[in-house]
């Protein structure tokens, strides 16, 4: 059973699809930066806030919550089962060095998975986001 408070991993999907969105943006505009008015610069400097944010989140996390973080990530790409749940947690731990936020935001996807691993569990974050952007 999960026990993270979900609020948590919805402000990382939330902020991991808005990183996401940017980078996007940033990596389609190959313009001069003088030609479009700096706007690729500005673009650039908000990626890294948003970045920034996230890292700042995850880290903040306390080690339980950041392995069942990566586990979540797992089970929703589909490397465990809901009932390999707790097989996950520890092999998040025993598998655990470095940043894990570096780890999450260098995964493709990460927001997807971790909004399926929600699911698993019968959790979503349909309605986290009103009032909260």
């Known amino acids: 059973m999960l026990e993270m408070n979900s609020d948590k991993v919805c402000f990382v ?17 190959s313009s001069n930066a003088t030609d479009d008015n700096f706007a690729s610069v500005f ?9 920034k944010e996230l890292k ?13 973080l990566v586990a979540l990530c797992w089970l929703g790409r589909g490397d465990f089962s809901v009932e390999e749940w707790k097989i996950a947690v520890a092999e998040a731990r025993s598998r655990r060095q470095g940043s894990t936020a ?9 927001s997807d998975y971790l ?3 929600l699911s698993k569990f019968d959790l979503s974050c349909e309605g986290f986001e009103m009032g909260r952007l």
């Not at 999907?13 to 505009?29: G, L, P, T, Y």
């Not at 673009?43 to 806030?49: I, L, R, V």
């Not at 780890?103 to 990460?110: A, R």
């Open 102 to 110: 570096d780890y999450l935001i260098g995964i493709p996807l990460v």
């Open 43 to 51: 673009s650039s400097e908000k990626d890294d806030s948003v970045r």
């Open 115 to 117: 909004e399926e691993g």
């Open 13 to 29: 999907i939330i902020k991991a699809r808005e990183f996401d969105v940017q980078e996007e943006d940033s990596e389609a505009d």
């Open 56 to 68: 700042a989140f995850i880290d903040g996390m306390d080690e339980d919550e950041q392995c069942e």
